[in-house]
């Protein structure tokens, strides 16, 4: 069974296009993350939501959304897509609930995103 | 900013030989934890070593930390072909509250010829 799962697995998509993102875990987890791994393979986290609530957010252009609908899904949505907004994005959960920090991360396979 | 500086940036060797990777950041840390990415594969957590402990295994993994440095080195030993894969550090800072977030290094990208 997959743990962190996100669809889809590969994006493209033109300049100015709005797409979405989405992560699903069955870890049971409260806490999710979105990263952005660059072309130089750097990641930097996004956001961060513990049981539907934003905890995280880091300088993000606000064309990026996410949204939590439930503590076993977190969505991106990307408005306005950029050529800069090509890169690999990740989901992540972890245990949470005060523990943060102290516990392994699980990620996702990833979204491979390239805009034109 | 970026928190993980990882040396080297590449490493080569043979099956067997023992692989050994740096990392250094900037500021006081709650933990720093070590994942391996597949190529084209998301991450898996490897070793997590909190600010008072100074070295621990699993496995083939050896990982030490050394806090008045800030530094930490990963140690795979006997590597396989099947390390092959880029592997990164991340710390979570102390003090205040981070909510576990991970500040990723530049990563080391590890070859094991067969």
């Known amino acids: 069974d997959t743990a962190v799962s996100q669809t889809p697995k590969y994006l493209v998509t033109q300049m100015g296009n709005d797409k979405s993102i989405k992560c699903e875990q069955n870890?049971?987890?409260?806490?999710m993350y979105w990263y952005k791994q660059d072309s130089k393979k750097f990641l930097k986290i996004m956001f961060s939501y513990n049981n539907k609530e934003l905890i995280i957010n880091e300088t993000v252009p606000n064309r990026f959304s996410p949204k939590s609908p439930d503590k076993a899904h977190l969505n991106l949505h990307i408005n306005s897509l950029e050529l800069g907004d090509s890169a690999v994005y990740f989901c992540a959960s972890s245990q949470g609930g005060g523990t943060w920090g102290q516990e392994t991360q699980y990620f996702g396979p990833g979204t491979r995103l390239l805009v034109l | 900013s970026q928190q993980g500086e990882e040396d080297p940036q590449a490493l080569s060797i043979q099956e067997g030989e023992n692989a050994t990777m740096n990392c250094s950041y900037k500021?006081?840390?709650?933990?720093l934890q070590w994942y391996r990415q597949n190529s084209g594969r998301g991450l898996v957590h490897l070793i997590l070593i909190r600010s008072n402990e100074r070295e621990k295994h699993s496995g083939r993994l050896r990982v030490t930390l050394d806090t008045s440095k800030k530094s930490s080195s990963l140690l795979i030993t006997a590597s396989r072909a099947a390390d092959t894969a880029s592997y990164f550090c991340?710390?979570?800072?102390?003090?205040?509250?981070?909510?576990?977030?991970?500040?990723f290094g530049q990563g080391t990208i590890l070859t094991v010829h067969p």
């Open positions: 870890l049971g987890h409260d806490t």
């Open positions: 991340a710390t979570v800072v102390a003090g205040g509250t981070s909510y576990g977030k991970l500040t």
């Open positions: 500021t006081s840390i709650n933990n």
